[in-house]
């Protein structure tokens, strides 16, 4: 079967760094694929390359088998992405960029109405009817971000740090929503550097340090025994013996 | 090392402190600054300050204690100190190094927090050119006395201290008018009225040399001519008067301090945007919800407010100053002049955007240019084209030729403006990121201000087709107008949508670390000037940003003027020279722009095959 996103010899340099350095993974179709690695591991980078926002140095990305970068208007219709940080049509409010957004698709618009309304009220983002974006919290932010992700129906969710600044109320919907979507036949990647949360809901992952793949593969093959945070560590901790303590607060 | 305990309560730093602490923050930054890109902004706007600073000092070595040039040095300290006021809000909110949102969890008292990053404000490069030209009042005093040179010292360093405050006073009050929809509506109306003003001084200075002579009550009233009084007082032996203009000054200083501390603890927290009701979208093409998210921010977004309510007063004060001369033949040109200036300040459409480009790169089948060009005209067309013929109605004409050249400008300019926001692309702020200063559209104002000034030129030339056959055949060059403006909306802004299709990814890049990919030929023009060494680069700059002036004008306009056998005056010198001077006169115009022109293009293009040459 063709995988769901298929990352292969990604790599990327900024100047003197490089911030991915020949990266393969392989997404298979249905998988909850989660992405761990410390600040600066080249996360953030690897996933903007899969997905077509930034143009690798070296190496492909497919999506269920369409190439990202030479069929760009096939592979994105696939998949729904929430970048990390990034910033939205700011001065409308959530249901109008869920409308923006879903005709931009080519959606007709008696299904993007249905579809913003039933994404606002699920995500919670209802009494901010007449909100603009631009004054939303950072939570609010990632709530209507994972909406503009769903709204065309992808078979692939590409999510960079979904859970961050999320309340637990709305990460525990979110969460739900996201087993259903996988459950119903999708495959998603997400990022994330929250060990316990990869543990709880992915069934494959992947261990970036320093922008090489350290470990990926079936949560229960990576982590072996023990927990994922201890194997994780294991993986990428420099070898000093143990965590400091500053001097002036112990 | 003194031992300092956790928990320890520690008292708030001295006034000292701070404002050492933050000057040297801001030195550092400043040092960055010399050796990165925009060293070449720096020495070349250095070059520019240092050759006004000049002038107003010989004005000041020339001149005759008592008399009209006395004033003369009152006015052009006026003019500095409009500059300072007026600078940062054309420049997208002042020198922002250090902010106030840095320190707000240090918990420093406001007035302390103020006197630090009014210290911070004072190290750099535009404080020294100031003080360099205030040091004519130093001169002028000596030249009447010791005592008057005496005086004269402390009026210039005061004086100074009363400008850069003036400056902070008026970017900090700006930033909290814009956070409601009347207060963004009048800053735009006071900014574009003061920046016509200044561009059309002489037309004041003529019509109050017409009288007698400066307007020196005026002048010498104006905060700026303080220091001058001052030193005149002492001059003539009033040591009372002297001591207690000086006395004002500190009062004022002292009182502008205490608003701008005021000011800062108010600016802190996010400014609210209009709430007013929501229409719903009723849109159902892909160009369509483009168009009705474009127009929906052009109404939400108060700093796109202000831009459009500053070029709309442009125009109109611009226009309208001659009529203090009697003179109403500007008036139909406030329209296009409006278009200009709006055009102006989108150069930065999509930067003004920050990193939402994403959303445009994730539906490729999308028409984002065509929906911000349609957005574009319709926002700035209506009112531009009522202006133009209200203007030409009152002035009884002409009336071929601006309708003409509006036509063409907003072709011209709806092409240019999404072509040279994706060419010349600036990393933006993100809005929801840009703080307690919503004028704070982009980290790097002096490329604002660049691609402001070359927007306005290339605006102009897509209107000259049409201006030219409006000249020679009247009405011909309304339709022709329409055309040109037609062909350059649509042909920018198919370029515009291949170089987002092609280098889309690229762009994004550049929003989100404000820096320029590694050896890739996505940056276009500004990446291209980064490269040049920082004299060549600083040629570049004047010689595109300042070109346009003799070219245009004084060049290409007086000629037409002249060859129509004009007998007014008007603004061009050519028609205030000796008749066998006239045509020398504009010839020598139109080969000094061209010149300029052709010189900063030729290092450009140079650099860009050196450049080329050594990446393949």
């Known amino acids: 079967m063709t995988a769901a996103l298929q990352v292969s010899g990604l790599a990327k340099r900024f100047g003197e760094k490089t911030a991915v350095d020949h990266v393969d993974l392989t997404v298979p179709q249905g998988s909850f694929y989660g992405l761990v690695g410390q600040n600066g591991a080249g996360k953030t980078t690897t996933l903007s390359m899969a997905v077509g926002l930034l143009r690798p140095d070296e190496g492909s990305s497919r999506i269920f088998g369409v190439d990202v970068w030479a069929d760009p208007g096939q592979a994105k219709a696939l998949v729904g992405v929430l970048p990390d940080g990034l910033a939205m049509p700011e001065r409308l409010t959530g249901r109008e960029v869920l409308t923006y957004l879903g005709l931009l698709r080519g959606l007709p618009p008696d299904v993007v109405a249905g579809r913003a309304e039933e994404l606002l009220s699920v995500l919670g983002l209802k009494e901010a009817e007449k909100t603009l974006v631009v004054e939303y919290s950072t939570g609010m932010r990632k709530k209507i971000g994972l909406a503009t992700a769903l709204l065309h129906g992808p078979r692939l969710l590409v999510l960079d740090e979904p859970f961050e600044a999320v309340d637990p109320i709305s990460a525990a919907t979110l969460k739900t929503l996201l087993r259903g979507f996988v459950a119903g036949g999708g495959s998603i990647v997400l990022s994330s550097h929250v060990m316990a949360l990869v543990e709880q809901l992915c069934d494959h992952v992947a261990v970036i340090d320093r922008g090489r793949v350290a470990a990926a593969g079936p949560l229960e093959r990576v982590r072996g025994e023990g927990s994922l945070e201890d194997r994780f560590v294991e993986l990428v901790g420099d070898g000093e013996a143990g965590v400091r303590e500053l001097s002036w607060l112990s | ?616």
Request: charged letters at 10%; one cysteine or more; a positive charge.
């Open chain 2, 1 to 616: 090392m003194a031992v300092v305990t956790a928990g320890a309560r520690l008292a708030p730093p001295s006034t000292i402190a701070v404002a050492m602490t933050m000057a040297r923050m801001k030195a550092a930054t400043l040092r960055h600054a010399l050796r990165g890109q925009r060293a070449g902004l720096v020495t070349s706007g250095g070059a520019l300050g240092l050759a006004l600073a000049g002038g107003t000092v010989f004005l000041a070595v020339r001149g005759l204690p008592g008399g009209a040039d006395a004033d003369l040095l009152a006015a052009a300290y006026a003019v500095w100190m409009f500059g300072w006021i007026l600078g940062p809000v054309f420049a997208g909110g002042g020198d922002e190094t250090l902010r106030p949102e840095h320190f707000a969890s240090l918990g420093i008292p406001p007035r302390r927090l103020a006197a630090g990053l009014l210290a911070a404000a004072f190290t750099g490069v535009a404080p020294v050119i100031s003080l360099l030209a205030l040091a004519g009042l130093v001169v002028h005093g000596a030249r009447q006395g010791a005592a008057a040179a005496l005086v004269a010292v402390p009026a210039a360093a005061m004086t100074l201290a009363v400008f850069v405050l003036l400056s902070k006073v008026a970017v900090a009050a700006l930033g909290l008018a814009l956070r409601s929809r009347l207060g963004a509506v009048a800053a735009g109306v006071v900014n574009g009225a003061i920046l016509a003003f200044l561009g059309q001084g002489w037309v004041f200075a003529v019509a109050f040399g017409q009288g007698a002579r400066m307007p020196s009550g005026v002048v010498r009233a104006l905060p700026s001519g303080w220091g001058l009084v001052a030193t005149e007082a002492a001059a003539a032996g009033r040591w009372a008067h002297a001591a207690g203009v000086l006395a004002g000054t500190a009062v004022l200083i002292a009182v502008l301090l205490a608003v701008w501390a005021a000011l800062l603890t108010r600016r802190l927290g996010a400014p609210r945007a209009s709430t007013r009701g929501r229409r719903p979208m009723r849109a159902t093409t892909g160009t369509g919800v483009v168009l009705a998210k474009e127009l929906r921010t052009w109404s939400r977004d108060l700093a796109r407010t202000h831009q459009l309510t500053f070029a709309l007063a442009y125009g109109l004060c611009f226009a309208g100053a001659p009529l203090v001369l009697g003179w109403s033949g500007m008036l139909p040109w406030a329209g296009p002049l409006a278009v200009l200036m709006a055009a102006a300040m989108s150069a930065n459409l999509y930067g003004g955007d920050g990193t939402a480009l994403w959303l445009t790169l994730m539906s490729p089948g999308a028409r984002d240019v065509r929906g911000r060009q349609l957005a574009w005209l319709l926002t700035v067309a209506p009112v531009a084209l009522v202006v133009t013929v209200a203007g030409a109605a009152l002035a009884g004409g002409p009336w071929a030729l601006p309708l003409a050249v509006l036509a063409a400008a907003l072709g011209g300019g709806a092409g240019l403006v999404v072509l040279v926001s994706v060419y010349g692309l600036v990393p933006g702020v993100d809005p929801h990121r840009r703080g307690g200063n919503p004028l704070r559209v982009s980290e790097d104002d002096g490329a604002i201000t660049g691609t402001a000034y070359l927007m306005l030129v290339l605006a102009a030339l897509t209107a000259v087709p049409a201006g030219l056959v409006a000249l020679r055949h009247g009405w011909a060059g309304v339709p022709v107008g329409l055309v040109t403006g037609a062909l350059f909306a649509w042909g920018f802004g198919l370029l515009a949508e291949r170089r987002l299709r092609a280098y889309g990814p690229e762009l994004l890049h550049i929003m989100r670390t404000g820096r320029r990919p590694s050896g890739g030929s996505a940056g276009g023009l500004s990446s291209s000037l980064s490269e040049l060494p920082a004299g060549q680069r600083a040629v570049v700059m004047v010689c595109m940003s300042l070109g346009a002036i003799p070219l245009v004008p004084q060049g290409i306009v007086a000629g037409a003027l002249l060859s129509g056998g004009a007998s007014e005056q008007s603004w061009f010198l050519a028609l205030y020279m000796p008749p066998d001077l006239r045509w020398p006169t504009v010839a020598f115009m139109v080969l000094l722009g061209a010149g300029m022109y052709a010189t900063g293009l030729t290092i450009f293009l140079r650099a860009r095959r050196a450049a080329r040459g050594g990446a393949a």
